[in-house]
């Protein structure tokens, strides 16, 4: 063989080299991406989720806290009128 057809052949097998790395490439991104996707999706519905019961438990807090203060005002005002 000579020198030429082996430099050309070298070229040509890393040129496809480069194809077939950069085709599996892309495919495995795709794939990770997709698949992030669908994490990502379950994820958010379960931090919604969260927020949602956090949500509640602050409005149960408030609530509770509004009445000890009324409770406790009305108590103060109790002893006053003694």
């Known amino acids: ?9 070298i070229v040509a097998i890393a040129m496809i080299a480069g194809i077939v790395r950069a085709r599996y ?10 698949h992030e996707s669908r994490l990502g999706a ?12 956090l949500r509640e438990r602050v409005s149960v807090l408030e609530r509770i806290t509004v009445e000890k203060e009324n409770s406790l005002e009305r108590q103060i005002e109790e002893l006053r009128d003694r």
């Open 25 to 34: 490439r892309y495919a495995h991104r795709d794939m990770k991406r997709e």
């Open 1 to 9: 063989m000579s020198r030429e057809l082996m430099v050309v052949l």
């Open 42 to 53: 379950g994820e958010t519905r379960r931090l919604l989720d969260e927020v949602r019961q």
